[in-house]
């Protein structure tokens, strides 16, 4: 464990305070605490000094490859030399840009929490979505073999209330949320098909249809 990740925990230990408690006060994710506290996350001064802010406590501490020097009463000595700045090189740029998010996997028809997935955002992004526009869903059933999509496989969706011709999407049809290739015919109407060859589509007017979201990509688990 680094000095930080030591000095926050004993700090947080010192002020009688858990990590949900010091999480909540600090703005940051309990699962991001967790990891620093562990070890398991690096973490820059900036981000230490605002926790250890949340428990009056100060960053005063010497780096890990210098020795703590002694107290000796020969001669007055510094405490500790300035600590020169570090620029990060673009390794350390992209390690410190992520931070560990949790996401709820909900049932695509029931609309329940079945899981939860933690994804690392990176300049504010999941497979290229902004992470704030980005949702999953569990496929509940098999009524999608055309879509190449099965029961149990696990979608990626990007929110917005927009449609393309034969892409898939996750709607809202009558209080039933469902995942259909969308395709808008030469009335304007909008034809919601379980897979390429369906020739039996459902036909709905726009204004009766609500696009949750595109799907933009499948997991399957063996």
């Given at each position: 464990m680094n000095r930080l990740a030591q000095k926050i925990k004993d700090a947080r230990i010192k002020a009688k305070m858990t990590e949900?408690?010091?999480?909540?006060?600090?703005?940051?994710?309990?699962?991001?605490?967790?990891?620093?506290?562990?070890?398991?996350?690096?973490?820059?001064?900036?981000?230490?000094?605002?926790?250890?802010?949340?428990?009056?406590?100060?960053?005063?501490?010497?780096?890990d490859d210098q020795p703590v020097p002694e107290k000796t009463k020969v001669?007055?000595?510094?405490?500790r030399e300035a600590i020169k700045p570090i620029t990060p090189n673009a390794q350390?740029?992209?390690v410190l840009a992520g931070v560990i998010q949790k996401y709820p996997v909900t049932g695509a028809s029931s609309g329940k929490v079945l899981d939860y997935k933690e994804l690392s955002i990176v300049h504010?992004?999941?497979?290229?979505i902004h992470f704030e526009k980005i949702m999953f869903v569990k496929v509940e059933q098999s009524d999608l073999?055309?879509?190449?999509?099965?029961?149990?496989?696990?979608?990626s969706v990007h929110m917005m209330n927009t449609v393309e011709n034969d892409s898939i999407y996750y709607l809202e049809v009558g209080g039933i949320r469902q995942i259909r290739m969308v395709r808008m015919d030469s009335n304007r109407k909008?034809?919601?098909?379980?897979?390429?060859?369906?020739?039996?589509?459902?036909?709905?007017?726009p204004i009766d249809v609500k696009v949750i979201g595109k799907c933009i990509k499948v997991e399957f688990f063996l």
């Open positions: 949900k408690e010091l999480a909540a006060k600090a703005g940051i994710q309990l699962s991001y605490l967790l990891q620093v506290e562990s070890g398991k996350k690096v973490i820059n001064e900036h981000m230490a000094e605002k926790i250890l802010s949340v428990m009056g406590e100060e960053i005063q501490f010497i780096t001669k007055a000595a510094p405490v350390w740029e992209s504010k992004k999941i497979d290229g073999p055309g879509l190449r999509i099965r029961k149990s496989d696990v979608i909008l034809q919601l098909l379980t897979g390429i060859n369906d020739h039996t589509p459902q036909v709905f007017n």
